[in-house]
């Protein structure tokens, strides 16, 4: 079946600084991709969908000049949480969406902890 | 905008059938999924209803009726390698491709 990874699996970093989380599509080409984000005990909520060479559209809510996402390739998207504060800690997921493909195909998700 | 409701717990036995519900209300509806989740893991994929009926797969089947806006998770022969949260997703014309998540139910399978 389809891969997704994500590196790294787990981060913790210092109030202020910046995290890069990244996105592979192993076996296949993604033309979109979605990050998600999930608190303790929640579901799944979107936080925008990426799409290959063009601009992320973020969902109502998500500041965008915080959380930066660039989809350079069919294989791989990258979410930067920019000056982390400790209410950014939260598991963050990646899917893919195989182009002509219904399935979305999720990474193992990123464990982010701001200290 | 979305609407996406499930029950936030279930118990169940090993050996059971249990039925998870999902309703959903949604403008421009485009298919329904459910995934399974164990704490700390990303969701795997269960099924996927754009049709109305029941779509089998095992010990697992989902069942849809758009007109309802409604969907059911049957798992059969429950294993306590079972116990997970089972999440109701559904995908609307107006957010494209992305998937729109309800808050999961976590089905806790005792022996």
């Known amino acids: 079946g389809a891969v997704v990874s994500q590196h790294p699996s787990r981060v913790i970093c210092k109030s202020g600084t910046s995290v890069k989380i990244e996105c592979r599509s192993l076996d296949f080409q993604a033309t979109t991709m979605f990050w998600y984000r999930q608190f303790p005990k929640q579901s799944l909520m979107l936080m925008a969908t990426s799409n290959e060479g063009s601009k992320a559209t973020y969902e109502q809510g998500v500041e965008k000049d915080k959380f930066l996402i660039n989809h350079a390739s069919l294989t791989l998207s990258t979410l930067t949480v920019t000056s982390a504060h400790p209410e950014d800690s939260s598991f963050y997921i990646c899917?893919?969406?195989?182009?002509?493909?219904?399935?979305?195909?999720f990474g193992p998700g990123t464990r982010l902890t701001v200290t | 905008g979305q609407n996406i409701d499930q029950p936030t717990e279930m118990t169940a036995t090993e050996g059971a059938i249990v039925q998870i519900n999902c309703t959903y209300q949604?403008?421009?509806?485009?298919?329904l999924f459910w995934y399974q989740q164990h704490a700390g893991e990303a969701p795997t994929f269960l099924s996927y209803?754009?049709?109305?009926g029941l779509e089998e797969k095992g010990r697992f089947s989902s069942f849809l009726s758009r007109s309802k806006g409604y969907s059911y998770l049957l798992l059969k022969e429950l294993q306590m390698k079972d116990s997970a949260s089972y999440l109701c997703?559904?995908?609307?014309?107006?957010?494209?491709?992305?998937?729109?998540f309800g808050k999961g139910t976590t089905l806790s399978v005792s022996s």
């Open positions: 949604t403008s421009g509806f485009n298919g």
């Open positions: 997703a559904v995908r609307d014309r107006e957010a494209g491709t992305a998937l729109i």
């Open positions: 209803n754009v049709l109305d």
């Open positions: 899917s893919a969406l195989p182009s002509g493909n219904y399935e979305q195909y």
